[in-house]
């Protein structure tokens, strides 16, 4: 089974900050990977599918990247509503997996 | 609109089943891949199995040969059979269309516990 190892777990950033946000797959896994934004109570949301490619809708502040086995999903500048959970998925073989998630909280 | 409905979770005690069904409109359901996921409270997202257009099924680990994935075409309905419910399982079940997160239910609860 292929791991995700996502990093940090959690962070507390500032309204403005840059933040970015690792997934490490334990075997490469191409481009086969998503990210999803959980907040409190709700459904998770796709945000980028394809490593890079952003959901329709999601604001350009949110970005992916890498190939292979080291993702990162970037949010170019932190607004109030981007505080939530963040999770990768590898959807390159089965079983798929998810990272751990990270919790990003304010600062 | 691509619309999915979870039904079926409930309260079960330990060794006991239950089958969630998964109400599906809005797009072509026999073409698609279906995917189950669920989030323990207050822990992470799992994928737990997935069942693709050709019928093909696929499961965690920590599901398999206690959980059953099936489709209905005629009734653009997906289900997930769980027998041998452990503690463990007590999770918010999420029906996904797709093999890669792009639409969700809003979930139903399962609770194990005596």
């Known amino acids: 089974d292929i791991q995700m190892t996502q990093s940090p777990s959690a962070m507390s950033a500032s309204v403005g900050d840059r933040v970015t946000i690792t997934c490490r797959a334990s075997?490469?896994?191409?481009?086969?990977l998503a990210w999803f934004q959980q907040k409190p109570g709700k459904v998770p949301k796709r945000l980028i599918y394809?490593?890079?490619s952003l959901e329709s809708g999601v604001p350009s502040r949110f970005s992916g990247s890498g190939s292979g086995t080291e993702f990162t999903l970037t949010i170019s500048s932190l607004q109030p509503e981007d505080f939530a959970t963040y999770y990768c998925?590898?959807?390159?073989?089965?079983?798929?997996?998810f990272g751990q998630g990270t919790k990003v909280q304010i600062k | 609109e691509v619309q999915l409905l979870e039904s079926g979770g409930g309260l079960v005690q330990p060794g006991g089943s239950l089958r969630l069904s998964c109400a599906a409109s809005?797009?072509?359901?026999?073409?698609?891949?279906m995917t189950w996921v669920r989030q323990a409270p207050g822990k992470g997202l799992e994928w737990i199995s997935e069942?693709?257009?050709?019928?093909?099924?696929y499961y965690a680990d920590s599901v398999k040969g206690r959980f059953t994935i099936s489709r209905d075409n005629s009734k653009n309905t997906l289900y997930l059979q769980m027998d041998s419910l452990r503690a463990e399982d007590t999770a918010v079940y999420y029906c996904?269309?797709?093999?890669?997160?792009?639409?969700w239910g809003q979930g139903t609860l399962v609770t194990v516990s005596s």
């Open positions: 069942i693709v257009d050709s019928g093909a099924t």
């Open positions: 394809a490593s890079s």
């Open positions: 998925l590898q959807h390159n073989s089965y079983p798929r997996t």
């Open positions: 996904i269309k797709g093999g890669w997160g792009d639409y």
């Open positions: 075997q490469g896994i191409s481009n086969y």
């Open positions: 809005g797009f072509t359901f026999s073409s698609s891949s």
